[in-house]
């Protein structure tokens, strides 16, 4: 379409015909202020914030929604568009529960710093004081509808980014109401507790319950970071107050996720119960004592040393930085702990592309979530259609038009074939299906997730082997803040004379390790990682640890073992 | 011209803006220059005399029919009526309890609290003020004529608010000095 001429508060320019007197108004560096518009989302026009007047109509219009016209000629700073806005403010305002001064998000509230910004120093209105509920019924976060100005935010990101659609409204005008699945408590409903919604709420209804008074705006700094509860990679925000990460925000500048994180990312590590390892711990019989980073180095070489033949394992929650100096520094064996799946793969972008997805072998409800919202989403709003090959229960399921055992893949080939941009998206839990599948049908495109977030990085480094019991008797276990182990990896590390554990936490080693010695989170350490899609992500530490970074443990350990 | 006259009293309130007002700190000398304070919740005389008053401050919130007699006299008796903090401007904190029935917000303060002796009653005295079902703003019941919100306002505020007034203009709050917590 060809451009068209506006003028917006004496400015003229010429902007695409199509967008929106919003988009129009940011092209030609025009503020307006906006409250239910979200850049993820499409634009209802639900708060009226952003009401300008425009001449030959008859009424304010509200940006966000209006298309921009050739020749328009557009106010947004008129006294009219200014009273207006303070109107919709104090109607805000007197709706429900909207006393700042015992809110938790007084501080971090859009609704506040328009209030501010457009000098409200009283309302004029009743106020209504409707007896609301507040449902905490979530594990990680509370709806207080009391604080809600039913912008629907929440409702869109849930709908439009993770394809969920829990979100929806009940009654109209005032009475509305948000509500979850047939108006059930949101724990009991089908969220899937990815806090999409919690990032983007405007005011306190949705609020975090871990960083709940911990720091407004202006009293916290954010640092951007990639989450490794996964291969996919996803950019994070760590939001840092007096040295902790109070909570963690999805980066919404940053591939593969644009902003959308999972329940894993966002909260698991925030609410992870288990006791940190602050010091270098060394077992003394039943109990454990606590010791300098020399002396549990020597003893780490000592035991190493001692054994008939040691293997270092590694999680793939390892940088590359510190794979690099595994690789290079320690002797002996170096096994992943995880399966080693190197096949090529498609980023999560190229998932918004496809129009049929075929998922083998793996519950993308469970694991690689950000991946099952991508599915959500296309299956939702592209009419993109999903066949699951997966033997047994899986959570994509209700998405899914198809449903075959996994030896019966060979049976949708033809459906596959016949779509136009197919894709084929599975883990190393049923590789050889899928494999053969892509190569049935050429066209496909492959998402192949790995085990852990950078399974490909410690290939790389030269770590390039899965588990396997092959007699070691001293191990190095660098594993990050792993907190499960399969069976294999721990009846090895059992029978073993001597186990040294690299870990943030002190389960599940306690049992099995002699030495533990401390290792960041992926919130404390800086480095890179390479996600499933080969690209390599970095990490920001946005809080730095006492003692030794992993890099440096690794590098002493090798001297002591050279 | 002699000086403008300003007297001050407290609703349903915390004390916390009248503090606010302490901390102007040395400046409540050159305020006195100006200003003569009659009556206050700190001064000797408590509520402003008949004669009246050029500015009256009122913080609180208007929560029962004690208060909304001071709020009235001390509209009648000033000429310009400021209200300070958040609970004179909005209800504020206090508005908490309109969520809830009166009777229910009294048997949990008097009776079921965790630290509340046993047989404690609900005070049923007639000498004690009698609750309104809902907790308004100063301006619900008379007219005001300069809000300053704020939980509470800034020190600096209520002086910049105080020294507009002594120069004749209308205190406009802006960037810090507007607050609601």
Excluded at chain 1, 146 to 163: A, H, K, Y
Excluded at chain 1, 366 to 374: E, I, P, S
Excluded at chain 2, 60 to 77: I, K, L, P, Y
Aim: glycine share 8%.
């Amino acid at each position: 379409m060809p451009d068209v001429s506006v003028t917006i508060d004496g400015i003229s320019g010429s902007v695409p015909a199509g967008i929106t007197v919003l988009e129009a108004c940011r092209r030609l560096g025009i503020e307006v202020p906006t409250l239910c518009d979200h850049p993820a989302i499409e634009p209802i026009g639900a708060c009226r914030i952003c009401l300008v007047e425009i001449e030959k109509q008859r009424a304010l219009q509200p940006a966000c929604t209006f298309p921009v016209s050739d020749g328009m000629v557009v106010h947004t700073r008129s006294d009219k568009v200014v009273d207006a806005r303070r109107f919709v403010l104090q109607l805000l305002f007197s709706e429900r529960n909207h006393f700042c001064m015992f809110c938790q998000m007084s501080g971090s509230c859009t609704l506040q710093d328009l209030a501010y910004d457009y000098g409200l120093d009283h309302w004029e209105f009743d106020r209504a004081f409707p007896r609301l509920g507040v449902d905490a019924s979530r594990d990680y976060f509370v709806m207080d509808h009391n604080r809600c100005i039913l912008c629907r935010r929440c409702v869109r990101v849930c709908d439009e980014l993770v394809g969920n659609a829990t979100l929806g409204v009940k009654r109209r005008g005032a009475n509305t109401m948000i509500i979850a699945d047939m108006d059930v408590p949101f724990g009991e409903s089908s969220c899937v507790s990815c806090g999409t919604c919690l990032q983007v709420c405007p005011t306190g209804a949705l609020g975090d319950r871990a960083s709940a008074y911990m720091g407004a705006t202006d009293e916290i700094s954010r640092v951007k970071s990639t989450c490794t509860g996964c291969s996919v990679g996803c950019g994070v925000e760590l939001v840092v107050r007096e040295g902790r990460v109070i909570r963690v925000e999805g980066d919404w500048d940053a591939p593969p996720s644009d902003g959308l994180l999972c329940e894993i990312g966002r909260f698991q590590l925030q609410h992870d119960k288990r006791r940190r390892v602050r010091e270098p711990m060394v077992r003394d019989g039943e109990s454990w004592a606590t010791v300098d980073w020399e002396n549990a180095l020597s003893k780490v070489a000592e035991g190493i040393s001692a054994g008939d033949r040691a293997c270092t394992l590694v999680s793939g929650l390892t940088t590359n930085e510190a794979a690099k100096a595994i690789a290079e520094t320690l002797p002996g064996d170096k096994r992943q702990i995880g399966a080693v799946l190197l096949d090529e793969s498609d980023g999560l972008e190229a998932m918004d592309e496809a129009d049929m997805f075929v998922v083998v072998g793996t519950d993308l409800t469970v694991d690689h979530q950000v991946a099952g919202f991508a599915i959500k989403r296309g299956v939702r709003h592209r009419g993109a259609r999903l066949i699951l090959v997966d033997d047994g229960e899986n959570g994509l399921a209700p998405w899914a038009f198809k449903q075959v055992g996994l030896d019966e893949a060979a049976s949708v080939l033809d459906v596959v074939s016949g779509a136009e941009a197919p894709m084929i998206v599975y883990d190393a839990a049923a590789a050889s299906v899928a494999r053969s599948m892509a190569e049935a049908v050429q066209k496909a495109s492959c998402v192949c997730f790995t085990d852990s977030a950078n399974t490909k990085g410690l290939a790389a480094a030269g770590i390039a082997e899965g588990f396997q019991a092959n007699g070691a008797d001293a191990y190095l276990v660098v594993a990050g803040e792993l907190s499960a182990l399969s069976d294999e990896v721990m009846s090895a590390l059992e029978a073993a004379k001597f186990v040294a554990v690299q870990a943030s936490f002190v389960e599940p080693w306690s049992d099995v390790a002699d030495v533990i010695l401390p290792m960041p989170t992926m919130w404390e350490k800086s480095g890179t990682v390479t996600s499933a899609d080969g690209v390599d992500r970095e990490l920001q530490a946005a809080v730095e640890i006492e003692g030794l970074s992993e890099v440096a443990a690794i590098e002493q350990l090798g001297a002591l073992l050279a | 011209m002699g000086k403008v006259t300003l007297c001050s009293d407290w609703l349903d309130v915390c004390s916390g803006c009248h503090m606010s007002l302490l901390d102007i700190d040395e400046r409540i000398i050159e305020l006195t220059k100006h200003v003569q304070i009659l009556s206050s919740p700190i001064t000797d005389l408590k509520h402003p005399p008949e004669e009246g008053c050029d500015v009256g401050i009122l913080t609180g919130a208007v929560s029962n029919d004690h208060q909304e007699h001071v709020a009235r006299t001390m509209r009648e008796r000033c000429k310009v009526l400021i209200a300070v903090g958040d609970c004179a401007v909005t209800g504020g904190i206090c508005t908490m309890r309109n969520f809830f029935d009166v009777e229910d917000v009294l048997e949990r303060g008097y009776v079921e609290t965790e630290s509340t002796d046993e047989n404690q009653q609900v005070p049923r005295s007639p000498e004690i003020a009698k609750l309104f079902p809902q907790v308004k703003a100063v301006d619900q019941v008379v007219k005001v004529d300069l809000h300053i919100p704020g939980c509470p306002p800034p020190a600096d505020a209520l002086w910049y608010a105080i020294t507009e007034l002594l120069a004749g203009r209308t205190p406009v709050l802006t960037d810090d000095l507007l607050t609601y917590d």
